[in-house]
């Protein structure tokens, strides 16, 4: 099945720092990928949706210039945190659609920890 | 975008047959309702996905009643491993993959032994 590999899995940043993550559609083509956060035991917020060779669109209450979204290619987003605070730790997660039998293909994820 | 609502939580005993039932009361003419599972630290995972009537496949069986105002995900013989958050979503899969897609509260199943 379709694979979206999302990377990297964890990573700590000081406060003040920017931190970039990658994610991949692996075996097929992703004109259009969507950016959540998830916070301890609530549910997935979508953040954004990235569309290749344009910019993104961005949910209400989601800074952009915070949360920078790069759709370069069929196969890449990424999501870059800018100037990261303690209250952006979260767990980050892309999705893209494979097929419409498939429903949307998920990362496994990035844990983002500020300190 | 339909919302959809769900019981926040259940517990089942392992082996045991778990019905968990969505409500989409304004469910779009091309909608599709889908579900997925979720574990701790990781992405959702897709199950099942269906129109309308019943859709079955290795892993659940998904009703829709004719009004399709409603869902209900079945897994049969819940083991452990099924301890996950279950989401049911709503939308239109013919919309390109464009179609943005937002998640309710879940259902956090938990099995017991």
């Known amino acids: 099945g379709a694979v979206v590999s999302q990377h990297p899995s964890w990573v700590i940043c000081k406060s003040g720092t920017s931190v970039k993550i990658e994610c991949r559609s692996l075996d097929f083509q992703a004109t259009t990928m969507f950016w959540y956060r998830q916070f301890p035991k609530q549910s997935l917020m979508l953040m954004a949706t990235s569309n290749e060779g344009s910019k993104a669109t961005y949910e209400q209450g989601v800074e952009k210039d915070k949360f920078l979204i790069n759709h370069a290619s069929l196969t890449l987003s990424t999501l870059t945190v800018t100037s990261a605070h303690p209250e952006d730790s979260s767990f980050y997660i892309c999705?893209?659609?494979?097929?419409?039998?498939?429903?949307?293909?998920f990362g496994s994820g990035t844990r983002l920890t500020v300190v | 975008l339909a919302k959809t609502t769900q019981p926040i939580s259940m517990d089942s005993y392992e082996g045991q047959e778990v019905n968990i039932t969505c409500s989409h009361n304004?469910?779009?003419?091309?909608?599709?309702i889908t579900w997925y599972q979720q574990f701790p630290s990781q992405g959702p995972r897709f199950i099942i996905q269906?129109?309308?009537t019943k859709v079955t496949n290795e892993v659940a069986s998904l009703f829709i009643p004719a009004d399709r105002k409603s869902s209900t995900l079945s897994l049969p013989r819940v083991s452990l491993s099924d301890t996950a958050v279950y989401y049911c979503l709503v939308g239109d899969p013919n919309s390109g993959g464009y179609q943005k897609v937002t998640f309710g509260t879940g259902t956090k199943l938990q099995v017991i032994p």
């Open positions: 269906g129109y309308k």
């Open positions: 304004n469910i779009a003419t091309n909608d599709y």
């Open positions: 999705s893209a659609m494979f097929g419409l039998d498939y429903g949307y293909t």
